[in-house]
């Protein structure tokens, strides 16, 4: 009976069966455990040293007189994760703002000491921020825009991607014309592409407009409702001022009937709203002034007509359900008809441009951005208005040209 016992002890454990962990392997984990906390301590002080010295370099820090000379306070800094990515939570100091750390060329410097790319900034409670130090651009990658198509214009389309990955919409009844300004091959077009594609089924919206590539309309809209509307190509300059004239009228005729008490056309099938595309608006005014002038009396220059046009449909087109969509490689005031004009823009992106063009789209705002923007990859642009401060957004990509085609064609609204 008691050698059951001896030989119990020495069967092998049944599979599956764990022994219980021995002193030797229970000391290890545990000083394994410890150098882990010990190694993540050195790394968290060290990174909380250089947060320390960025912030002071930036000014990020107050100057205190203390009866031993000026000390520097840097806000400070609470949990540190390694990630990645690396995040600190941090409390501000009395006066500062979240923005602070964003704000002029901070937020890439800041990320620079960190051994980063960018950083982004999220307020917690109270006083305390989150800083997570971005490895590389958030908007590096694109993304694809799935086969979307409003059914009214009141609903808001894709316009991009922010850096925090939200994505962004923008419904065509929000007040506001739309400005894009961008380099040859920086994504003014496949911005359109994308927009026009999401709205061309909408049986409220008609999308109409002028362009001189007979790229973006014409072609791909034939046998939709909206072909009427649009005019292309540079062989008859004349039928682009006609086309904007037209639009002008309707848009005369809708402002003379707005109901009593309403002080805006509600769009609807029988009224829809116009998207007014005029694409490389720039180069529709220098053809049509390049033209000969008509002689004194004998009417009035193409250029001028267009400009007019355009001008009124900008000013007075919001409360009749017009909205202008302008694509310039550079909106420079003599280029677009006018400084008033481009005032007009309530939402405004800009693709890769020279600083000076970033800075005379989005104002005095969009300063710091400027030289990084630059060198800005296809589909990143800076969009302002409506509310929103200058932020950086990745357009979606809805892929080559044959699908721009392929979707119009498809969701195109045919006339009834
Ligand atoms: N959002 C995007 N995502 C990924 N790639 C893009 C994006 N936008 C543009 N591209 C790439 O850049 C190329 C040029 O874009 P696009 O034709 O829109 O430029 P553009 O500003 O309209 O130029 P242009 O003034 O010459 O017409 C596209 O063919 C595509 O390869």
Redesign the pocket.
């Known amino acids: 009976m008691t050698t059951t016992g001896a030989l119990d002890r020495t069967r092998p454990p049944a599979a599956g069966h764990r022994r219980p962990p021995g002193f030797i392997s229970r000391w290890r984990a545990r000083r394994a455990e410890r150098d882990a906390w010990a190694a993540h301590h050195v790394f968290a002080q060290g990174i909380t040293a250089e947060f320390r010295e960025a912030c002071t370099a930036l000014r990020l820090c107050q100057y205190v007189s203390v009866a031993a000379g000026i000390t520097v306070r840097t806000p400070r800094v609470g949990a540190v994760h390694g990630g990645p990515p690396i995040t600190l939570t941090v409390e501000l100091m009395a006066g500062q703002e979240p923005v602070d750390f964003t704000s002029k060329d901070n937020g890439p410097r800041l990320a620079h000491s960190l051994g980063g790319h960018g950083l982004r900034v999220e307020p917690l409670a109270g006083r305390w921020v989150r800083l997570t130090v971005l490895n590389h651009d958030p908007l590096r990658d694109?993304?694809g825009l799935p086969s979307l198509a409003v059914a009214s214009g009141a609903d808001p389309v894709i316009l991009?991607r922010t850096e925090d990955g939200i994505a962004l919409g923008h419904a065509l009844t929000d007040a506001g014309h739309l400005a894009a300004q961008?380099?040859?091959?920086?994504?003014?077009?496949?911005?359109?592409?994308?927009l026009l594609s999401q709205l061309a089924a909408a049986p409220d919206v008609l999308v109409a407009g002028s362009d001189i590539?007979g790229l973006l309309l014409g072609r791909p809209w034939d046998d939709t409702a909206h072909r009427p509307h649009q005019v292309t190509g540079t062989h008859d300059l004349e039928a682009h001022a006609v086309l904007l004239e037209d639009l002008v009228a309707e848009m005369d005729r809708r402002l003379a009937t707005i109901p009593p008490r309403r002080d805006k056309i509600e769009p609807t099938p029988e009224t829809p709203t116009v998207l007014v595309v005029l694409e490389?608006f720039p180069g529709l005014l220098r053809a049509a002034d390049g033209l000969p002038k008509p002689k004194r009396g004998e009417g009035i220059p193409l250029g001028d007509r267009i400009r007019t046009a355009v001008l009124r449909l900008l000013s007075e087109g919001r409360k009749a359900a017009f909205r202008v969509l302008m694509?310039a490689?550079r909106f420079e005031a003599t280029a677009v008809g006018g400084g008033y004009a481009r005032d007009q823009f309530a939402l405004r992106l800009s693709?890769r441009v020279p600083a000076d063009s970033l800075e005379m789209l989005h104002g005095t705002d969009a300063r710091p951005f400027g030289q990084e923007h630059a060198n800005a990859?296809?589909?990143?642009a800076y969009l302002s208005g409506l509310g929103r401060d200058c932020e950086r957004i990745?357009?979606?990509?809805l892929g080559?040209y044959g699908e721009y085609v392929d979707r119009i064609q498809a969701h195109g609204r045919r006339a009834a």
């Open positions: 694109g993304f991009g961008g380099q040859n091959g920086s994504g003014k077009t496949v911005l359109c592409y994308g590539t490389e694509l490689q693709f990859a296809p589909g990143v990745r357009v979606p990509y080559d």
